[in-house]
């Protein structure tokens, strides 16, 4: 009979000859390139790389590639579809969302989380999200009129979102040299205001309903229980504060009025009684030039840091 040594050798060699089947796959792997599981990332930084361009706002990075002549964009490790031109990320409030200006072959997107398209006809601008994230608004170009667009219920915010059937259109008014500008919303999105220029004056708009003109309109804002909406406006030297379309406040100031003229100072607006608006709010500066400008200290932050802000790539 085979002692104790003979039955463990054959054993010891099976034992042996599986660890060097293993070392010499092992061997042959470890030059092989890793199987492309994480998302593409720049070999260099973005300033050396022209073909890649970065924006983050502190929490998450978006980023877009260059492929030909075309462009794609990377968000949360997916890539998105090619486009002629993308820009202008913007981030949700909590950071969860994106959305950009995208283009081909002459038609203009906003693409929210790199998936849903909602058609912005030749040009979009100032996109913005509710505070909820679950409504997003811009302004399109549509010919010779510019359109504040709202798609009024965005749902499962965590996957796709889907326009909804409800989407609807606010025409600006857009006489002469007439220019929109950044807009807000209320927290659940079903309100919208914003400022245009028109043959130098400005307006604030409230769901379609203009105000009258101003010098300027140094800021406007929602109460936050929703019964209120506020602005404040500079006519010739005096800084009005309107609530609810009521002056409630005039203060003269050591303010030089457009082009050196004295402008008279008007305490009304136009009728736009009812006001009731959830919370929000937007500062900007207009000053005496042609076109709106809006303040970058409030919403082109360099490197995008804080929540719904919105930047370049």
């Known amino acids: 009979m085979p002692n ?5 050798l054959p054993i010891l060699l099976v034992v042996l000859f599986s660890v060097l089947i293993i070392l010499s796959v092992v061997w042959l792997r470890k030059d092989k390139p890793a199987e492309n599981t994480a998302p593409v990332v720049a070999t260099k930084p973005a300033q050396e790389n022209p073909d ?9 990075t978006v980023y877009k590639i ?6 794609s964009v990377i968000w949360n490790g997916n890539e998105g579809k090619t486009y002629d031109f993308v820009s202008n990320p913007v981030f949700s409030a909590d950071g969860s969302q994106i959305a950009y200006n995208a283009e081909i072959g002459g038609q203009a997107y906003v693409v929210v989380n790199n998936s849903q398209e909602i058609n912005a006809y030749q040009k979009s601008n100032y996109i913005t999200f509710s505070k909820n994230g679950k409504t ?7 010919g010779d009129n510019e359109y504040a667009v709202i798609s009024a219920e965005i749902l499962n915010i965590t996957a796709t979102l889907k326009e909804s059937k409800s989407f609807k259109e606010i025409a600006i008014a857009k006489d002469g040299d007439g220019n929109s500008s950044a807009i807000i919303m209320s927290d659940d999105g079903s309100k919208l205001a914003y400022v245009i220029k028109e043959n130098d004056k400005i307006y604030v708009v409230v769901n ?9 309109v140094i800021s406007f804002s929602f109460s936050e229980d929703g019964s209120s909406f506020t602005y404040e406006a500079q006519n010739g030297t005096s800084i009005l504060t309107i609530t609810n379309n009521q002056v409630v406040s005039s203060n003269n100031a050591n303010i030089i009025p457009p082009n050196n003229q ?17 919370s929000a709010t937007y500062r900007y500066k ?3 030039q042609k076109d709106i400008i809006r303040d970058q200290n ?16």
């Not at 890649?52 to 998450?60: H, L, P, R, Y």
């Open 4 to 8: 104790e040594k003979q039955k463990i």
């Open 52 to 60: 890649i361009f970065f924006a983050s706002n502190g929490k998450n």
């Open 66 to 71: 260059k492929k030909g002549d075309q462009w």
């Open 136 to 142: 997003i608004a811009f302004v399109a170009t549509k």
């Open 208 to 216: 379609g309903q203009k105000s009258q003109g101003y010098d300027d």
């Open 262 to 278: 004295n402008t008279s100072n008007n305490n009304s607006t136009t009728n736009n009684s009812n006001v009731n608006y959830p």
């Open 286 to 288: 207009i000053s005496t």
């Open 298 to 313: 409030q919403l082109n932050v360099s490197g995008c840091t804080g929540g719904g802000t919105q930047c370049n790539f």
